[in-house]
């Protein structure tokens, strides 16, 4: 049964973790989208030089489980920065360059759908790779993608409870915290859950809306 106390109780505790959360995924999102584009242009350089490593470490990021790498990543923050940093940091930047191999893949497959037939054309009117790619093909390849982009970042919300196995006080953590305090799993664990909700549907609604400005600005 459900305890409405426990849960009154027991919301600035929540609350204060799904602002920790909503962090861990926002600068894990900018990590995963600046560093998936990057290797999404990699990839489709058809430089080798840049090809091979990048594929190395997607097929490694997406190989092993999340949560190793957050241990890997923290312990080496740990090791090579200070013991006293803190350790939502490791969390951010694991999940972030988790993040980006996906990212890359999503945005790779957004580039090569745009037709050769405008990149020749560009190269007609005298603009450089650089600005084919800024003007031509980066902005229709993030329209086409974003959808996927959006999905990505609501499984960023949920994948930072993984960041309280370091000792992060996201939302999940601050709920077994309390948990521990009121031995009532099912009302905790319902909160816990209704929250993820709110937010994965808060980030889709936003999602939702930029693509149809988007949409409206290339009718426009």
């Not at 005298?126 to 902005?139: A, S």
């Not at 808060?202 to 409206?216: G, L, Q």
Request: glycine share 6%.
């Amino acid at each position: 049964m459900i305890n409405l106390t426990i849960i009154k109780e027991a919301l600035p505790y929540l609350l204060h973790g799904t602002i920790v959360t909503i962090k861990i995924a926002y600068f894990s999102c900018i990590i995963g989208i600046v560093m998936g584009t990057i290797l999404a242009l990699f990839q489709t350089s058809k430089v080798a030089i840049l090809e091979w490593p990048v594929k190395i470490f997607v097929t490694i990021v997406r190989g092993t489980p999340m949560i190793i790498q957050i241990f890997f990543m923290y312990f080496i923050l740990l090791n090579l920065l200070s013991p006293q940093l803190p350790a939502i940091y490791a969390a951010i930047i694991a999940i972030g360059l988790n993040s980006s191999a996906y990212v890359s893949q999503i945005i790779r497959a957004g580039i090569n759908s745009v037709s050769t037939g405008q990149q020749e054309a560009a190269q007609v009117m005298g603009l450089t790779r650089f600005q084919t790619i800024r003007f031509i093909i980066l902005p229709q390849a993030l329209q086409m993608t974003l959808p996927a982009l959006g999905n990505e970042f609501a499984t960023l919300i949920k994948d930072s409870s993984l960041a309280m196995f370091i000792g992060v006080s996201e939302l999940f953590k601050e709920g077994r915290d309390v948990i521990i305090i009121t031995y009532d799993q099912v009302s905790v664990y319902i909160a816990i859950g209704i929250i993820y909700l709110i937010l994965t549907s808060i980030a889709s609604m936003c999602v939702n809306f930029t693509e149809r400005r988007m949409s409206c600005h290339v009718k426009d």
